[in-house]
């Protein structure tokens, strides 16, 4: 077997300089390393913005999409998982793509006989107050009512310029917030004692520790956008890579 994971793609980011060339990486890796894996976990902020309206999809990402797809049809398990960027997928991307779409602030799974927890990793922890509200927010059913009556011309742009604050923000990431990570994970590691690896994404950063309480094995994904970082797990040895074209 062989599972892949990979988060904070962010494609159609508005800071991305070159979106085609950044799309065109994703394929590549998807058409060299996809194909021999047995299952693809996507986790969180794979696009930068999305919604689904009734009836319209936003435009792009055709190569991408259709990567998932001819993967999804060869027999590939994939797994979407949403996160603070992409938290309006609903069912269009399930259906069209044949993939699963999770939203939650963590799942379990287990292959080859270990057992996994995965996360995007924006709602465990201690986020700060402004950023529960909006998650919470935008979760909302009646606000995603409300937002899909709103014309694309104000939506869109609101979106970006969102993801631009976000992203300068969170930019820098200091060995206290590591640490916090590193804690939080192992309280949620503590609770399943069968877990052997905890994986997320969201921080923008690549770590791979051993946590100390219940000797589950963290593994933080980094990102799409300067480091093109994933984690591969073979049935026997996980490791965490960056991908060369």
């Not at 599972?3 to 962010?10: E, I, K, P, V, W």
């Not at 194909?35 to 319209?56: C, K, S």
């Not at 979407?80 to 799942?107: C, K, Q, S």
Request: glycine share 6%; hydrophobic share 40%.
């Amino acid at each position: 077997m062989k599972a892949l994971f990979l988060s904070d793609l962010h494609l159609g980011a508005g800071y991305i300089q070159d979106p085609a060339a950044h799309e065109r990486n994703i394929v590549n890796f998807l058409n060299t390393e996809g194909v021999t894996a047995t299952h693809i976990y996507l986790l969180g902020d794979v696009l930068d913005y999305w919604f689904e309206y009734r009836n319209v999809v936003p435009r792009g990402f055709i190569r991408f999409f259709g990567a998932l797809a001819r993967l999804a049809d060869s027999g590939v398990r994939i797994l979407w998982m949403t996160g603070n960027h992409d938290i309006w997928l609903f069912d269009y991307l399930r259906d069209e793509l044949g993939i699963v779409v999770v939203d939650a602030p963590y799942i379990e799974r287990e292959l080859a006989g270990k057992h996994f927890i995965l996360s995007h990793g924006d709602r465990i922890g201690h986020p700060d107050f402004g950023f529960r509200f909006i998650c919470s927010f935008f979760r909302n059913k009646l606000c995603q009512k409300l937002y899909s009556g709103l014309h694309p011309r104000l939506t869109i742009p609101f979106a970006h310029n969102w993801s631009k604050h976000s992203r300068a923000k969170n930019s820098q990431i200091s060995e206290e917030m590591i640490q916090s990570i590193a804690e939080t994970a192992d309280e949620i590691a503590t609770k399943h004692p069968k877990t052997d690896y905890i994986i997320e994404g969201h921080h923008h950063i690549m770590l791979d520790r051993k946590l100390p309480v219940s000797n589950a094995r963290l593994i933080v994904l980094g990102d799409w956008i300067d480091k093109f970082s994933y984690a591969v797990f073979d049935g026997n040895t996980m490791e965490l890579r960056k991908y060369h074209a």
